[in-house]
Every structure is written in structure tokens, then in C-alpha cells.
């Protein structure tokens, strides 16, 4: 397959988790929560210089293509990993930059208050995490493992949870303190007692 061919056929695809398209690039910052968030889900690419109808702008300069890699390598906490493709078609350049899956979550993108935020692929929307997503990839990643007991406090906090609860409304029925509150619904999560969902702009959590 030619390059117009292979570009065409990932523009057919549309957005979606693991495709993003950005016509033109004028802030790292921005870019860099794209580049976040696929490389806390599934990996993922970004087609850079095609517009959100499927149309061809193309990258204009080599300013576009510095603030690429000031997204991944400045503006992501840790560095993320990146490739960059160019692409020359219908007289204009493409850039995919493809973001493997991290092995190192949270990656975390700086804003321009230099404040780090972690983001996640949901369809095609970059959404900032809830704290226990950032519990959770801390868990996975402890190299002693994770022991549950079921005691009281579990019992407590499973009770909180009859219907699906957002996290702040599982604090308020169970009395928990909410750290203890993420920390259990993380290792919940984990051990597949508790699944999480993306609904109206919220995080969901219910017993499985």
C-alpha cells in the first residue's frame, strides 16, 4: 500500500481510542494530554495535520514538529515514548506520532502552570483520571504484591456500594476516609471485585 493509500485508509477510521487527529499544532501543552493519555490506556496515534472532518491540512513548519517532541519529552512526566512518521501526500506533509502503552504509569502531562495531570483514552476523549486510577497503577506496579483481607472495613465499604456510586457519594455512605476509601476500590478493582465506568462525564464504580 502507497503512503496516500495507507494515509487515506487511517482517515477512513476516524477518532477513536486509538486514534486522534490534530490539524495543526500550536501548543505542546495541549498535545501533550493526547500523548498522556494514550500511553496510560492502549497506545495509540495521533495524525498530525489532518483536520477533525478527515480533511488534509498538513504540518506547516518545523515549529509544529519541535512542539511534538516538547509534548512527549518536556511536557510528559515520565518522558513518554514516541515515533514520529512523515508522511509527503497531495503536496502536504503528515506526522503520525505513534505512543506505545507506558510501562511507567501515570504519565502525567504538564499544563502550562507546570501543574501534572494523568490522562486516559475513553473513545475519542482524553479524560483526566480519578484518584483511583492513580491508586491503582501504584498497586500494580508494588513488586511485593497486594494481600486483602476481608474484614469489617471491607464489608463497610462494600455495603456503601449497592447500585453504582460515584467516588465521593461511596465516602459519604460508607463514613470511610476517602484514602482509605481509594485505596480499597483500587485493590478491589484488582482482584476483579469492583469494575469502573465513563458515564456522563463521571467515573462509576459498582460490584461486579
Not at 53 to 76: F, P, T, W
Amino acid at each position: 500500500m502507497d503512503d496516500k493509500r495507507y494515509i487515506h485508509s487511517l482517515i477512513r477510521e476516524g477518532e477513536h481510542q486509538q486514534q486522534d487527529f490534530k490539524y495543526r499544532v500550536s501548543d505542546a501543552c495541549k498535545l501533550a494530554k493526547s500523548v498522556s493519555a494514550f500511553a496510560n490506556t492502549d497506545g495509540g496515534r495521533l495524525l498530525i495535520g489532518v483536520r477533525d472532518d478527515g480533511n488534509l491540512s498538513g504540518v506547516r513548519s518545523e515549529e509544529e514538529i519541535y512542539m511534538m517532541h516538547q509534548a512527549a519529552y518536556k511536557y510528559c512526566k515520565p518522558e513518554a515514548s514516541i515515533k514520529f512518521d512523515t508522511y509527503h501526500i497531495e503536496g502536504r506533509t503528515i506526522v503520525i506520532a505513534t505512543v506505545p502503552p507506558s510501562t511507567r504509569k501515570p504519565v502525567c502531562a504538564i499544563d502550562a502552570e507546570g501543574k501534572a495531570r494523568a490522562y486516559i483514552r475513553i473513545n475519542d476523549e482524553n479524560i483526566v483520571v480519578s484518584p483511583v486510577h492513580l491508586a491503582l497503577w501504584r498497586e500494580s506496579q508494588n513488586p511485593q504484591g497486594t494481600v486483602m483481607t476481608y474484614d469489617d472495613t471491607i464489608r463497610q465499604l462494600l455495603d456503601a456500594m449497592p447500585t453504582q456510586q460515584t467516588l465521593n457519594q461511596i465516602v459519604r455512605q460508607s463514613r470511610l476516609p476517602r484514602h482509605k476509601v481509594i485505596t480499597l476500590l483500587a485493590r478491589l478493582i484488582r482482584f476483579g471485585t469492583v469494575s469502573w465506568q465513563y458515564t456522563n462525564q463521571q467515573f462509576l464504580f459498582s460490584l461486579v
